[in-house]
Every structure is written in structure tokens, then in C-alpha cells.
T-cell receptor, first 117, second 115 residues
Framework: KAGVTQTPRYLIKTRGQQVTLSCSPI?????VSWYQQTPGQGLQFLFE???????NKGNFPGRFSGRQFSNSRSEMNVSTLELGDSALYLC????????????????FGAGSRLTVL | DQQVKQNSPSLSVQEGRISILNCDYT??????FLWYKKYPAEGPTFLIS?????DKNEDGRFTVFLNKSAKHLSLHIVPSQPGDSAVYFC??????????????FGQGTILTVHP
């Protein structure tokens, strides 16, 4: 069973540019969540999508957005990049997003490492 | 406002001994708790979880204990192996609410197991 796949694994952008990251969840998983990991703030929740609808959102500015497609694949976009957006962006999938049992545990991908210069 | 705290940034243990990683939380709405392990250049890997209706859950060498009154949980690894060396994250969730997909993570503890 294939895991959560994130692309690209590494990318470098300059301030002011925008970036799109992609996530393919485990087959059968309909919930996709995104997290940002930085040395200072740790792992922080960005947003969650289920059946193409955003159900939950963390405390990030509107420059961070996402979407989910009918096949459950998800993308996140960061516009007008800032130096502070340099981070590891992690995608996680689960069957329901409720995470309250073994069947619903969030499974993470390897992440996309974004460097903003 | 850190709702999940891992106060020990690092822990060093000898192979074969017990590793105990600790985690404290402040949000009483959290009712599901998880431990993840993370190697460099990889995403977090799920280890073990516990519901708030239990006080202990075991899976092989890993045992998680939950003390709800103290808002404290711990992960015991026995016996510790060099391959266990990684960053361990405690995470919590309000599973009964609408916090879909949202885990609140601690800052992590770097475990080093020496041969």
C-alpha cells in the first residue's frame, strides 16, 4: 500500500514569488491535512480538507491556501513568499480526519522542504 | 500559548535500558493522544496512541501512560535500541469536536540510544 506522496521534495524560491505543493494521500483516505514545521514554532496545523471541502483551518494568514480534488489529492499554495515561510511542509492523510482510532490515525508524507531567499 | 509541552529537549539512554519520554498538556478538551517518531528528512511516523478513557496502552516495546488528573502522559520504550534514536513528538487532539485533521504537537524530544 503506497504511503502519502508529496512533491516536490525540495524547492527554492525568492521573496514575493508563489509556490504550489502537492500531496497524494493513501488510497481510500479522504481527509488531507497540512502542517508547517519550523525550528522556532515546531509543527503547526495549516488546514484540513475532506471531500473537496475545507473543514478546519489553523492560524495562518490568507497567503496560505489549499484545495482538494475529487480524487482526494490536495495542493497548498503560498503566495507572496516571505523569508519566514521557509519550512518543511507536511501533508497527512486519514480516512476521516477525526484521528480518534487506529483506523483514523494521521499518516504523514516525507514533506516538501521550501527555502525562501 | 503552548498547549502541549515536552519539557525535555533531549534524552540519552543506554541500549537495553528503559527510555521514558514525558509530555504535559493544558487543554482539557483533548481526548486523544498520540506519539510520533521522526527521522531526519522523513515525515513523522505514528507509534502509539491512547484515548482519554484509558490510562495505559501497550504495543510491543512501547507503552503509553495517561494521567488525566495531572494532564500528563509518558511513553516508555523497553528495551531501548539504537534504532530508536530519533525525535519523538507528543500530539493531542480534540477528537470529539470539530478539530478535523488537527493535531497539536509538542516541541519534540531527541532520543539518543547508545550501544
Amino acid at each position: 500500500k503506497a504511503g502519502v506522496t508529496q512533491t516536490p521534495r525540495y524547492l527554492i524560491k525568492t521573496r514575493g514569488q508563489q509556490v504550489t505543493l502537492s500531496c497524494s494521500p493513501i488510497s481510500g483516505h479522504r481527509s488531507v491535512s497540512w502542517y508547517q514545521q519550523t525550528p522556532g514554532q515546531g509543527l503547526q496545523f495549516l488546514f484540513e480538507y475532506f471531500s473537496e471541502t475545507q473543514r478546519n483551518k489553523g492560524n495562518f494568514p490568507g497567503r496560505f491556501s489549499g484545495r482538494q480534488f475529487s480524487n482526494s489529492r490536495s495542493e497548498m499554495n503560498v503566495s507572496t513568499l516571505e523569508l519566514g515561510d521557509s519550512a518543511l511542509y507536511l501533508c497527512a492523510s486519514s480516512q476521516t480526519g477525526t484521528g480518534d482510532s487506529g483506523a483514523n490515525v494521521l499518516t504523514f508524507g516525507a514533506g516538501s522542504r521550501l527555502t525562501v531567499l | 500559548d503552548q498547549q502541549v509541552k515536552q519539557n525535555s529537549p533531549s534524552l540519552s539512554v543506554q541500549e537495553g535500558r528503559i527510555s521514558i519520554l514525558n509530555c504535559d498538556y493544558t487543554n482539557s478538551m483533548f481526548d486523544y493522544f498520540l506519539w510520533y517518531k521522526k527521522y531526519p528528512a522523513e515525515g513523522p511516523t505514528f507509534l502509539i496512541s491512547i484515548s482519554s478513557i484509558k490510562d495505559k496502552n501497550e504495543d510491543g516495546r512501547f507503552t503509553v501512560f495517561l494521567n488525566k488528573s495531572a494532564k500528563h502522559l509518558s511513553l516508555h520504550i523497553v528495551p531501548s535500541q539504537p534504532g530508536d534514536s530519533a525525535v519523538y513528538f507528543c500530539a493531542a487532539m480534540d477528537a470529539g469536536g470539530t478539530s478535523y485533521g488537527k493535531l497539536t504537537f509538542g516541541q519534540g524530544t531527541i532520543l539518543t540510544v547508545h550501544p
